[in-house]
């Protein structure tokens, strides 16, 4: 059932008529409000005190997921059923954090290949090559738990752009360098011809490419066919989404830099908010809560975009690394059954790293005619910093700025006489707060927001899990490159080419 057939969908836009919600200033004074919408699980706080609804449209959104049988969804997916259908696929990373993963011989060969390079103290340097799912999620791991990996040094490389490949190797030597190429499909354009160049460098240097590169993939026979031996290949599982793939063997840059106990921790986190995703209510079920939020801003009051500010430098990457995950899932217009839908999905996801974002779009969420919904992240400690410890008091600066921000976008402030100074106020934010990044804590944010992803999905009746919309610029792109298929180029593209290329 499409949103605009479910019956509670009339019944909140019929109340719609009679209620107005440019009231937040008044709103957020309420103090039953806190015992409403707040919700907390294990260190995480969860505030929507300041999202433009009342109580009696919270309790229609959650029958509205009632209606839409999303916890018996929720079910299907997780037993194990199809639901990708149009991949005819199983959606299985929710089985890669759980602790049975840890018997498999699949975790055995990943571990003991870790180990093994670690143990080797002549790589210095490990590069993560791939693109989108196989290169957003380690990297944004990456730069959340910094300051718990050790070991060798760890670089990304993901654009086609041979600048960024050069960067990378003006830091790296052949010799000391492992290249893990993570490419699901290994079809993959960018990575294929990174790797290409990645063997070539190092034969220059006379390393050859299996001692010196892995392939991580579904196409076990491709990477073979490339020059990969069969101990250097590592499997990804068909059924593990692109977006969910950081979990997989695509995760192994995360898990070189976090080492074995604090990677356990990571997956323990992502499964303990699974967890809650899979058995709560949903009156308290924080993703679907999240999920009803994107509905209600994006479907019934028509705001096209959904802003996410992480008040932490270390999560600099989780705004690209989300924009991927709900934009690549969700953005779609037809429903599972393959039917036009009659209301949009995904919202545009956008965002930076506060405070650094204050001094850029702020602007816009301020003043701007449209009104977008916000994210507001925010650890509440600063991580344990021994050497730079005397420094690490400015981190309350971000805690105030993000309040602040919460706060200024809500209440707003009048002023009729000099309308430039004026700040209209009612701008919706939700603030996620949790004690301190860690693995288990960023195990359990990453967790939220993919469930969140998946929770709307359901809600809109679309598949969550394929991405057809990527394919044709890819197959353009290979025609002109084969010289095939000219004649259907516009004569401006024709042109282009002909001045360019
Ligand atoms: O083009 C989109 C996409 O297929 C993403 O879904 C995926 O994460 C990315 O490309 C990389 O794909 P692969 O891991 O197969 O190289």
Redesign the pocket.
């Known amino acids: 059932m499409q949103l605009a057939d479910n019956p509670i969908t009339k019944v909140i836009f019929e109340k719609l008529k009679f209620k107005d919600f440019n009231n937040l200033s008044n709103l957020i004074y309420d103090q039953e409000r806190i015992a409403e919408f707040q919700f907390k699980f294990h260190d995480f706080k969860i505030d929507i005190t300041r999202q433009t609804l009342d109580k009696e449209i919270k309790n229609d959104l959650i029958n509205l997921a009632k209606k839409a049988k999303i916890k018996s969804k929720i079910k299907k997916m997780v037993s194990g059923f199809k639901i990708n259908q149009s991949e005819n696929r199983s959606v299985d990373h929710f089985g890669l954090r759980k602790k049975e993963r840890f018997e498999t011989q699949e975790w055995k060969n990943l571990i003991n290949f870790t180990n093994v390079i670690l143990s080797k103290r002549s790589f210095k340097t490990i590069v993560n090559v791939?693109?989108?799912?196989?290169?957003?999620g380690p990297l944004m791991v990456n730069r959340a738990l910094e300051s718990f990996y050790k070991g060798p040094k760890i670089f990304y490389v993901s654009n086609i752009d041979p600048i960024n490949l050069i960067e990378v190797f003006e830091k790296c030597d052949p010799e000391t360098t492992l290249f893990i190429i993570?490419?699901?499909?290994?079809?993959?354009l960018?990575?294929r011809e990174n790797a290409r160049i990645i063997k070539n460098w190092l034969a220059e240097s006379n390393v050859s490419l299996n001692d010196a590169m892995v392939a991580v993939?579904?196409s076990k026979e491709k990477a073979k066919k490339w020059g990969f031996k069969k101990s250097n290949i590592f499997h990804v599982s068909e059924n593990i989404?692109?977006?969910y793939?950081l979990w997989s063997s695509?995760g192994m840059s995360i898990l070189f830099g976090l080492g074995e106990d604090n990677y356990k921790k990571f997956l323990h986190g992502a499964q303990t908010m699974d967890e809650h995703f899979v058995n709560e209510e949903i009156e308290s079920n924080i993703p679907i809560i999240f999920a009803l939020l994107r509905i209600w801003n994006r479907n019934f009051l028509n705001r096209n975009n959904h802003c996410i500010v992480p008040y932490s430098n270390s999560l600099s990457k989780l705004p690209a690394w989300a924009q991927?995950l709900e934009m690549?899932s969700n953005g779609k217009s037809v429903d599972i059954e393959g039917q036009t839908l009659k209301m949009p999905a995904s919202p545009l996801i956008w965002g930076e790293v506060g405070t650094n974002a204050q001094h850029s779009f702020f602007q816009f969420l301020h003043q701007g005619l449209e009104t977008t919904p916000i994210d507001i992240l925010i650890p509440r400690k600063p991580i344990k910093n021994k050497k730079f410890s005397h420094l690490m008091t400015n981190h309350k600066h971000l805690i105030v700025n993000a309040i602040a921000q919460a706060e200024a976008l809500a209440i707003g402030s009048v002023d009729f006489t000099n309308k430039n100074k004026n700040f209209p106020g009612n701008r919706p934010s939700t603030i996620i707060s949790w004690e301190e990044n860690n693995p288990f804590s960023i195990g359990m944010l990453i967790s939220l927001y993919e469930n969140v992803t998946i929770a709307s999905g359901f809600l809109w009746n679309i598949n969550s899990f394929d991405?057809w919309g990527?394919?044709l610029g890819?197959s353009i792109a290979n025609d002109i490159s084969n010289n095939d298929g000219d004649e259907k180029l516009s004569p401006s593209a024709k042109d282009f080419l002909k001045k360019c290329i």
């Open positions: 791939g693109i989108g799912g196989s290169d957003l993570a490419s699901k499909s290994f079809g993959t960018e990575t993939t579904s989404g692109g977006r793939s695509v991927q690549e991405q990527v394919e890819k």
